[in-house]
């Protein structure tokens, strides 16, 4: 077996920006094994040289040239990297030109900005979105006036995750109601969901892969019997066709998916944080 | 004033790739007026055909040429794209060919593959970290034998979040424990911490900061009076200090960056979801 090609993803902040795009440009190359690894904080030259040593040692032993994805904004910084030999990908270096002479302006470069300093509004709009997950959290509270939206499905279908997703990275009120057995044998909307029909979004999932799910949480229950996921999930998804509740299958769905469309589906647009 | 320059993240997958680059990119040009859009999952050439008209519209709307930040694979999406008249930055095109000639193979054009379908294994990582983050939260378990890490500090400092971020984007087992009354009277470690002494990280904040986010959450009451800021605060840090506990403040970081400089402090290395 062939060493696995390291790449590293190098910034002078958090380095999420050279890891998403890193990351993403990765799976276009399916069959060729790559170690990653991730170096943040990389703000003075002094330390990109250190980490281009450390890069350079690291190509060494793999006997592969090194591959780094590189966010730094200050070209000195990008300079220090080459030293290591690898192969430097600047996240930004293609777009700064077309975007200036767009603009018509210089860029200001600001080290680490994206994911660095915040101001309080911005923290605050995240923390309470969490705080509001949380509370709302698997039926635990049902005063949904303040919500953005609500999630509605069988328990383990996704909710949660998906909740605190939307809270962590859009600043969104996500409640998340669990049907439980009285609401499926209605086929009706549970009356206390009545009142916010145009915020509910409906999860669902394939029945074997809610088993599975359930059968890791609560081994040999009733509650992950396949007979039991089966039924549920033929009631709930019932209930949202009678209710024309939109709804989504979570089963090979990321969480990142699953956000998205439902911020679509209920056209609800914020920036990402 | 002028209008905002419209710009557009268009994605055959959730957008979150073109989004997280596009908005980096955004920050070095201060200044100027944005007015940002994701469109997800715009995975065949007459979705893309039909953005590239309300794109068109937008750009005619604002007077302005609109951008857009596209992370489509597939070149007869982009081209598609490209009818809106808009400056098209693709997130992807500068890196394809020098990636190709480095590895000596070409790329596999996998559309909406970054942060789209998920194999069993890694989205059960991603929800068992979760639920490990929601059920040891504020100090209500504590069975730390399987915790990555332990957040500690005085009550609103930043753990929550932290813990949850984690979790989701590094399926990593955070717990967090807040320190009481009764543990800052000591300036040790509680006791039931100290079994954990390489697992555990402090967080501080600023007193004022500390007191206008308590103040929010229990208006006017002891907990969010400065002065109990001021004291909880001073005797967190003794502690920490006492006890060799690396320590960060969040008064101006993100999320993502108390989360970047815990990993790095603690040494843990883990591929970003």
Do not use: W
Not at 68 to 93: K, M, N, R, T
Not at 160 to 170: D, E, K, Q
Not at 255 to 267: D, F, H, K, N
């Amino acid at each position: 077996m062939t060493a696995a090609r390291p790449v590293f993803y190098v910034s002078d902040g958090t380095g999420i920006t050279a890891e998403t795009i890193g990351h993403s440009l990765l799976t276009q190359f399916t069959g060729t094994r790559f170690a990653t690894d991730r170096i943040p904080f990389v703000d003075t030259v002094d330390k990109a040289r250190s980490v281009a040593a450390r890069i350079r040692a690291a190509g060494e032993a793999a006997g592969l040239r090194p591959v780094i994805v590189s966010s730094c904004v200050d070209a000195e910084l990008i300079q220090a990297l080459g030293e290591s030999g690898a192969l430097v990908l600047d996240v930004f270096a293609p777009y700064i030109a077309p975007m200036e002479q767009e603009l018509g302006l210089k860029r200001m470069p600001q080290v680490g900005q994206a994911h660095g300093i915040v101001d309080f509004d911005t923290y605050h709009r995240r923390i309470n979105a969490m705080n509001y997950a949380l509370t709302h959290d698997d039926g635990m509270r049902l005063d949904y006036a303040e919500a953005d939206l609500i999630l509605v499905g069988v328990s383990r279908a996704g909710k949660t995750p998906t909740c605190v997703y939307l809270a962590l990275h859009y600043g969104i009120r996500a409640a998340n109601y669990p049907l439980t057995d009285d609401d499926l044998d209605s086929d009706r909307l549970p009356a206390k969901l009545q009142a916010y029909r145009r915020k509910l979004f409906g999860l669902t999932i394939d029945p074997e892969r809610l088993q599975q799910i359930r059968q890791e949480r609560r081994p040999n229950s009733r509650y992950s019997q396949l007979e039991t996921c089966r039924r549920e999930v033929a009631q709930a998804e019932a209930m949202f066709q009678v209710e024309r509740i939109p709804v989504l299958s979570t089963t090979h769905a990321s969480i990142e998916e699953i956000a998205s469309r439902v911020l679509e589906s209920l056209g609800i647009n914020r920036e990402m944080f």
